[in-house]
T-cell receptor, first 117, second 113 residues
Framework: AQSVTQPDIHITVSEGASLELRCNYS??????LFWYVQSPGQGLQLLLK??????LVQGIKGFEAEFKRSQSSFNLRKPSVHWSDAAEYFC???????????????FGAGTRLAVHP | DADVTQTPRNRITKTGKRIMLECSQT?????MYWYRQDPGLGLRLIYY???????NKGEISDGYSVSRQAQAKFSLSLESAIPNQTALYFC????????????FGDGTRLSIL
């Protein structure tokens, strides 16, 4: 069965510092992988996705993520955090096999990011 | 205008009341989903629909029902609300191609007293 673990519930960084949010997944094959961001009072916005090919994917707002098959990880990074990046971040795994007949996504519990000025 | 619109955005109601949350989309997607979000639990799938005639239960469908009135509209009902259904509810849509991302509305914050 698919599962997603985001080990860090809360992370605090200083503005301008680098950021890495961790995501580990469990799945029997190479999954589809997504990172979403949720700002207060808003829905989830897609930051980036991995389907195949280059394991380093670029997303919106200066974020990138690297798929590491050997570590079953898909960590999100940003070289320099801005105060507006404070939000909750969700990693999600999608099945490549048409299991259950829909685009099933399994979400991690989320990592809440705080940014100090 | 938002691609996925949820109404109401906030609702406070009492135990035992019937509540309907509505979702409409302009993305032209076939597939629509209802999730609930609870702190520390991420998002959990309540129901999903492939098209108007195809509705399926998700992980946590007990106590909920849905209606797909048209391709663009998917509503979620709580027949007799209970306090542990207090949560943030999201509607999402996706293209039919496997692996495509889901697109979310801004959510409905529901409080049941």
């Amino acid at each position: 069965a698919q599962s997603v673990t985001q080990p860090d519930i809360h992370i605090t960084v200083s503005e301008g510092a680098s950021l890495e949010l961790r995501c580990n997944y469990s799945y029997g094959a190479t999954p589809y992988l997504f990172w979403y961001v949720q700002s207060p009072g808003q829905g989830l916005q897609l930051l980036l996705k991995y389907f195949s090919g280059d394991t380093l994917v670029q997303g919106i707002k200066g974020f990138e993520a690297e798929f590491k098959r050997s570590q079953s990880s898909f960590n999100l990074r940003k070289p320099s955090v801005h105060w507006s990046d404070a939000a909750e971040y969700f990693c999600a795994v999608g099945a490549r096999k048409f299991s259950g007949g829909y685009n099933k996504l399994i979400f991690g519990a989320g990592t809440r990011l705080a940014v100090h000025p | 205008d938002a691609d996925v619109t949820q109404t109401p955005r906030n609702r406070i109601t009492k135990t035992g009341k019937r509540i309907m949350l509505e979702c409409s989309q302009t993305k032209g997607h076939d597939r629509m989903y209802w999730y609930r979000q609870d702190p520390g639990l991420g998002l959990r799938l309540i129901y999903y629909s492939f098209d108007v005639k195809d509705i399926n239960k998700g992980e946590i469908s007990d106590g909920y029902s849905v209606s797909r009135q048209a391709q663009a509209k998917f509503s979620l009902s709580l027949e007799s609300a209970i306090p542990n259904q207090t949560a943030l509810y999201f509607c999402a849509t996706s293209d039919r191609t496997v692996g495509q991302p889901q697109h979310f509305g801004d959510g409905t914050r529901l409080s049941i007293l």
